[in-house]
């Protein structure tokens, strides 16, 4: 194992400081370094937090990592925020500062930021090797903030085991409306600022869409009682009802629930078997997503730039179409 | 030529219907009849028009395909209503019933709803090869309709010409934050539901956005004069300022402002050598993605499923990374 891997192991925060900016930067040496590490993971509980601007996510995700600092065993924890909400100026606009004020000094918390990429597939494959350094390296809890509600948010709660989607009194119906698919992704909801007005209106709202989002166990639940048309499912397949947990991150109220909210899904995912299927599949996705790429760098590797730009210029004067194309490109003795 | 090519190309829309289909469910039919089209193509103006729900797109659609129908000239109109707000329930939420009541019976407009795909890329691509449809059947004007504001729209814009984003007053600034990616493909800016209280202060908060996403010609806009420091680009260098525009499309009014404001920025495009590199830069990508497929596709087919499902094996007991799986995959005679 190269030395700076087993400094990572041995929880040298430097080298992992190191290793992320490789990462970050997807450089062969990161790539060779997460190789090494990767017997390492597995361990790390991924929680993923998502939710517009202004919902309070940044103080939230601060609340928790303090909670579980502060637990008999204390945990370590990842936090990773990631702002795809431009992909055009990559700006951040998370409150880093904030949350530096907070946590900083403490050993067993680590921040770091990421910015859009150009690709949201890049971003996405760039948090979950951001995810398996931490992990390797011994954070027990890692915190992977996103804002929005778009495909982004989609693929990152992909990545982590239980996802958090945070909302917060004020928001109007129609916005509300647009959430209908960031919602089914929720494992747990969050009504932050639970003290501001409206919160009870916020409530009503998430679990009338719930019910929309997760018909079955929510008839169940408002109604109390199964007819013989309103069947639960077979005995033996768990079921997880998004519960709906009310915070006030700056004051530090609701974090206990929330955090045992988070603990009975972890539950709820080991002994259902969903657990490992979750990272089974997210596994084998990665592995997809490396492979095409691998596959087009080869080729391109062995391809005459001659034939490409003749390709191209018939494709741009409409003489080919774009699959006609990709058939003269893939048969080069045929036309080189 | 096949037939029902030649047909679709002498208007006949129950070819078109056929063939759409064939399309949306990317069929080898459909491909090869796209193929047999393309040299038809690169004629329509296409037009993307998104914006939350609840700021009237639709309405706004409508009124615009009536614009275009009651020209002088008419313009042959198609509309492809796009839902990518759930990847999961793939509901579409869009009014065609209002729409259809509207504009039914019009032989020069031709609606058509898409729900969402699994994955966006091939939602942009499924929507792609349908522009390519119409554009070929003769369709002047494409108006393809999105709800939202994640990476979905932001993939539809790059195929579009001209992106109309649209909003409506009474949304709060929370909202507008999240916004700022969307902001930066509008090409014209639309304040739909104008009579509505707030439509000052939406404006606003538009142009101070606009300022944020295109620093240098607002500063010229808004001031009215060039100072040292302040100089313009080259007069060679042709700058498109998006306009804001206001509408109440369920009266119709600012309608016909908003069909010049279009007109004027295809005019901007075709002078400026934009409307080329665009269409370029679209068709080179949409190749890109074929090649990427079929290159993943080829690679399967020779794959021994045995050796497949012993690398997933050993990715999954974490013995090999998914670096390491992808080069075991592609070395197959070293390890089959």
Known sequence: MHPSNASILAGDRLALARLLTQVENDTLT????????????????????TGAPGTG?????????????????????????????SPFTGGALLGDRVRMRDLSGDPGVFIRSMAARSSLGGLAAATADMTQAFDAAGFEVILIETVGAGQSEVDIARLAHTTLVIEAPGLGDDIQAIKAGILEIA??????????????????????????????????????????????PAADTPLWLPPVQRTVATQ??????LAEA???????????????????????????????ETLVARWRAN????????TLAALFERR?????????????????
Do not use: C
């Not at 940044?58 to 702002?83: F, G, M, W």
């Open 187 to 232: 494992d747990i909801l969050v009504i932050n600022k639970a003290d501001q007005p409206g919160a009870d209106n916020t409530e009503r709202a998430l679990r009338s869409m719930l019910e929309l989002a997760h018909p079955m166990p929510h008839v169940f639940r408002h109604h109390g009682q199964f007819t013989r048309e309103n069947l639960p």
């Open 57 to 85: 996510k940044s103080s939230l995700v601060n609340q928790l990592a303090r909670h579980y600092r502060l637990l008999p065993t204390p945990q370590r924890v990842a936090i990773i925020a990631v702002d795809p909400s």
């Open 30 to 49: 990161g790539r060779a370094a997460l190789g090494e590490l990767f017997p390492h993971t597995g361990r790390a509980h991924l929680i993923g937090v």
């Open 303 to 310: 391809l005459s730039e001659n034939h490409y730009q003749t």
């Open 320 to 336: 080919i179409s774009p699959h006609a194309a990709v058939e003269q490109l893939l048969s080069p003795t045929l036309y080189a």
């Open 252 to 257: 530090g109220s609701g974090i206990a629930d």
């Open 262 to 292: 988070i603990y009975q899904h972890r539950q709820h995912l080991e002994h259902s078997g969903e657990w490992r299927r979750r990272e089974q599949t997210r596994l084998e996705s990665e592995m997809e997503t490396l492979l095409q």
